[in-house]
């Protein structure tokens, strides 16, 4: 039996600290180790605070000795650079970052405590999320422990790294055009993100495409955590339905037949890999070996009208970033920040309308045409690490094609507002993995959890393990 540690899921350590098999210390202390061993070729954390985290993990064996039944007390997880901590700096993997602490948190950052976890260090982004590799001229290149030559993805590819190396047993992820599911596929693990408006934010940035959440191994893990951070927020302008029920009990719930959609190519003519097509083709003759109705479908995922209109959101998302110095940025975020500047108020209103309607019209076909929409997680294969930063550098005011094709299925959950899920269903012969995505209708992350966790038992992924890991 592989020992308590960093590799374990984040559910069953809860577990076992709560029994005392295992001390809240001790796990840190292993987490650390961890991070000690493997950072230096992965790059996946860059910036800790070990003295501040073993004491709240002293703090946290004291409770558990007094009953106290916070879910995850014990476990530790990082913070990914972009999102505030009170008390901790917050770079955005800037060298413009702003000085000294940030006052307040991000309100997932207070739900995450509130659930017990031992927060310790942050995670690796890209400059202000905006590509989709964990690479910036501050803090350098993260690598993919499966294959270090490739990039773990992004903009959460540190914190997907840091799990899959065996770092951490569970992450702290957000995701505004792929940023959750992207770094998932690339690294073999459940990246879930919820719907708009399912976890509070202190705003809506890029009018709520952007939400919060984490990278497991573990569709239990993910389910348990959505029901620590989806709250009601009676001061948010918007909030998602509440549930029917807690989303961890979807887990051992069976989802009945569904009807899948699959598109297993990326729309506009954009190459898909074939290993991604294989993926998505293998995990649908899965589904209908499971006994749900499987058919071939085309959504424009990406489109002509989609593209120009959330690129506007995302360049006045600039704006969400208080005390930067701009004129010390990467050139590529220099360039958007002149845009967003040239950005008027009725282009950007106009931006949203287009996306709204848009939305409207395609988010009919969930209910109507199919229940789950299949395909793969990303058009490619994790790029080589540094290529997506050094092209981004060489033409500052050019979309990268990779990160196109990145997010050539994934950012129409964040224009929709859809709760989307990447699931680590498929490897090359190389061993590289290649995730799967499932999109679920308005607020059904339970119907997505239920049919996860079915694909989990089916096709087993959690006891994997990257040879940098040195377990087999």
């Known amino acids: 039996m592989e020992p308590l540690g960093p590799f374990a899921p984040a559910l069953e350590l809860a577990a076992a600290l709560r029994a005392r098999e295992i001390s809240a210390v001790e796990l840190l202390d292993s987490c650390l180790a961890a991070v000690d061993e493997l950072n230096p070729e992965l790059n996946a954390v860059t910036w800790r605070n070990d003295d501040e985290a073993r004491a709240i993990a002293a703090e946290a064996d004291r409770r558990l000795g007094d009953g106290d039944a916070a879910p995850f007390l014990g476990v530790p997880m990082p913070i990914k650079d972009l999102t505030p901590v009170a008390g901790w700096p917050v770079t955005f993997g800037s060298h413009g970052a702003p000085e000294g602490p940030s006052e307040q948190s991000e ?3 207070d739900a995450l405590v509130e659930a017990g976890f031992v927060l310790c260090g942050r995670t690796n982004t890209p400059a202000f999320g905006v590509i989709t590799a964990a690479e910036n001229s501050r803090y350098g290149i993260s690598r ?3 294959d270090t030559d490739r990039s773990p993805g992004g903009s959460s590819g540190g914190a997907a790294a840091a799990v899959a190396g065996g770092m951490f047993p569970i992450a702290h992820a957000n995701d505004g055009g792929g940023s959750i599911r992207i770094p998932a596929s690339y690294c073999g693990l459940v990246g879930l993100k919820p ?3 399912r976890v509070p934010r202190l705003t809506q940035s890029w009018l709520g495409a952007v939400v919060e959440g984490v990278v497991t191994r573990t569709v239990a893990d993910s389910a348990a955590v959505l029901d620590t951070i989806a709250r009601f927020d009676r001061l948010a302008w918007y909030n998602a339905p509440a549930p029917a029920r807690p989303f961890s009990e979807d887990t051992h719930a069976a989802p009945g037949q569904l009807r899948i959609g699959l598109m297993a190519s990326a729309p506009l003519g954009i190459p898909t890999d074939e290993a991604c097509v294989a993926a998505a083709r293998a995990t649908a003759v899965a589904l209908e070996g499971l006994g749900h109705v499987v058919e071939e479908v085309e959504v424009p995922t990406i489109s002509e009208e989609m593209i120009p209109s959330f690129i506007v959101l995302t360049q006045g ?13 990467e050139p590529h975020i220099a360039h958007q920040r002149k845009l967003s500047s040239e950005i008027g108020a009725y282009d950007y209103v106009l931006a949203a309308r287009t996306l709204e309607l848009l939305s409207r019209q395609e988010v009919a076909r969930w209910g109507r045409d199919f229940d789950v929409l299949v395909t793969p997680t990303s058009a490619i294969l994790p790029p ?13 005011e050019a979309p990268v094609l990779d990160v196109v094709a990145s997010v050539s299925f994934t950012a129409f ?3 929709t507002g859809l709760p989307a899920v990447s699931l680590p269903l498929h490897r090359t012969d190389a061993d590289v993995p290649v995730g799967v995505q499932l999109t679920g209708a308005p607020w ?3 119907t997505l959890i239920r049919l996860s966790a079915q694909l989990e038992q089916a096709l087993p ?5 990257p040879a940098l890991s040195g377990i087999a």
């Open 144 to 146: 993919n422990p499966w």
């Open 444 to 446: 059904d992350e339970a």
């Open 195 to 197: 719907s708009r408006g």
């Open 413 to 415: 959950g964040n224009v």
């Open 384 to 396: 080589q690490a540094g290529a997506i930063l050094a092209a981004q550098h060489a033409a500052p």
């Open 461 to 465: 992924w959690a006891e994997r393990r």
């Open 317 to 329: 998302g600039l704006a969400d970033y208080e005390g930067v110095d701009w004129s010390a940025v």
């Open 107 to 109: 309100l997932v950052v």
